[in-house]
């Protein structure tokens, strides 16, 4: 039998975090909730999850593009790097759209986007995937 | 004179030294900086440098004339105001240079004031174009704004709504989900209750907006509209171990739009319950002081940063705090709320202590009709 694997969740609306957290756990995954992008950072070094849920909007200052932006280019996320990261919205949107002709767009780019709510059966598919690299 | 007129910025283009120099001495004289160039190869290069606020450009010079360097002018920068010289004899040519982007021409000779009056008129027209195309920009920038707010906002409370019931009905019907069944419901509510509210706020935006809101007015006892309001938030500030006390006072009569003043009163008390903290207190009372209606909110809560204060009844400003990343809000309940003080003939204030707390206090005209003719609460 395969370990089970880990799911970061990094998500501010608690109420998203419980039902996602749920589905995820009767689909066989351990799950790990952050409430910020700080938290989630934080978490990633300590658990070292297969997978990174992510919220692009949060309250926060450290929200979701900074946090891809660190996964993926800060010194001391090296060790996590290659860490999938899923990028879940509410509005459809990338951030070649959010920060037209910017340079950083490639810095911040994420391995997914996802939208809110999630279509279920194409979420855990998607997760599977990304969580078996 | 005004200020800004010191501050600009004149290119005179002309291969005529004296007139090169009386443009210089004129308009110097009135206080702009004033460069001028023999033709019109280094007048580009001196406007491109410069970036002036007006050009004077003969349309008769060997080498680049006046209307081949009109459209490199605005090349460089199309708010340039052009304003071109020219004899008696090439009128038909000052009408094609206004056609190329001339703001106007001055035939020669011309006296000083002339030349005055045409550069003032001139950079009056930039200043007024710059202005609308600003007034345009901002417009634009909040339309945006709004658009991904609104979306954001709204989409957050009935994401949280579809996903719990979607996940529910995966869940099928054992007895963990049941469990899950009686907690998600409540967390449903609370959710949508959160975008009844956003509803409202926008709703009573749009009609402050419109104008309607005088329409719907009645005399009615504010006192009533804060128990309700009170009475809704009672279990919230219960469950935060807050107190939220109403102090009973005398009747407090105005004339005014019943759904758009327990709009604001709601924004000031959840916000004075949102921002608190455990032990803490919010307190409400309401005072007839000389003709006017006051309604003061004191909360023992995080208090906000003297610097935010002058910028806290903007539309989308948020006051940012670290530790609080769990607080939403949508920035527009403090603004609607100013704009039915406004909308009321009254005003609303602040004071507050960054750490200690805050008091907003609501003034309105009070009627003069007895409390006995005050419509009842429905």
Redesign the interface.
Same mark, same amino acid.
């Given at each position: 039998m395969t370990p089970r694997k880990t799911v970061l969740v990094i998500d501010d609306d608690a109420d998203f975090q419980m039902s996602v957290g749920s589905l995820l756990e009767v689909e066989g995954y351990d799950v790990v909730a952050a409430a910020s992008g700080r938290e989630g950072l934080r978490k990633l070094l300590e658990v070292r999850p297969d997978v990174v849920l992510l919220d692009v909007m949060m309250e926060s200052t450290t929200e979701g593009y900074g946090v891809s932006e660190r996964i993926k280019y800060g010194e001391e996320y090296a060790a996590v790097r290659d860490v999938p990261v899923l990028m879940v919205s509410s509005i459809q949107e990338s951030p070649d759209e959010r920060f037209p002709r910017s340079p950083e767009v490639e810095m911040i780019r994420p391995d997914r986007y996802l939208t809110k709510p999630l279509d279920i059966p194409r979420f855990l598919e998607i997760l599977a995937k990304a969580a078996r690299r | 004179m005004t200020e800004q007129d010191v501050h600009d910025t004149i290119v005179v283009i002309d291969d005529d030294y004296a007139m090169r120099l009386s443009c210089e001495q004129i308009l110097g004289k009135s206080g702009y900086g004033v460069r001028s160039y023999e033709d019109g190869a280094r007048g580009l290069e001196g406007v491109a440098e410069l970036k002036p606020s007006l050009v004077v450009v003969d349309l008769k010079m060997p080498g680049l004339s006046g209307i081949e360097v009109i459209p490199r002018i605005h090349e460089i920068d199309p708010g340039i105001v052009i304003v071109v010289i020219t004899g008696y004899a090439t009128i038909g040519t000052a009408v094609d240079a206004m056609k190329a982007g001339a703001y106007d021409f001055l035939p020669k000779p011309f006296s000083p004031d002339e030349l005055r009056l045409i550069v003032r008129r001139g950079l009056e027209r930039r200043r007024l174009v710059a202005e609308s195309q600003q007034a345009e920009i901002e417009r634009e920038l909040m339309k945006r704004r709004f658009v991904?707010f609104v979306? /954001?906002q709204l989409?957050?409370p009935l #994401?949280?709504? /579809?996903?719990?019931l +979607? #996940?529910l009905q =995966? *869940?099928g019907d054992n007895a963990d989900a049941s469990a899950?069944r009686r907690e998600?419901t409540e =967390?449903c509510l609370v =959710?949508t209750t959160e975008m009844r509210t956003l509803i409202n706020n926008w709703l009573t935006l749009s009609q402050l907006g419109g104008g309607t809101l005088s329409r719907h007015r009645v005399d009615l006892d504010v006192r009533e509209l804060l128990a309700h309001v009170v009475g809704e938030h009672a279990e919230s500030a219960a469950r935060q171990d807050i107190r939220l006390e109403l102090t009973p006072g005398v009747p407090l009569p105005v004339h005014g739009d019943r759904t758009c003043l327990s709009v604001l009163f709601e924004n000031l008390i959840a916000n004075a319950v949102k921002y608190n903290r455990p032990g803490g207190s919010v307190r409400v009372e309401g005072t007839v002081d000389s003709g006017e209606v006051v309604v003061a909110v004191t909360d023992t809560g995080l208090g906000i940063p003297a610097g935010d204060l002058p910028y806290l009844f903007d539309e989308f400003y948020r006051v940012?705090r670290s530790g609080d +990343?769990? *607080?939403?809000g949508t920035g527009l309940g403090l603004p609607i709320s100013r704009r039915v003080a406004l909308e009321m003939g009254g005003a609303i204030e602040v004071e507050s202590t960054e750490g200690a707390g805050s008091t907003f206090r609501v003034r309105l005209p009070s009627c003069p009709a007895p409390s006995s003719k005050t419509e009842p609460i429905r």
């Open positions: - | 991904t979306s /954001h989409k957050t #994401v949280a709504v /579809h996903q719990f +979607e #996940v =995966r *869940l899950k998600w =967390r =959710r940012r +990343e769990t *607080l939403t």
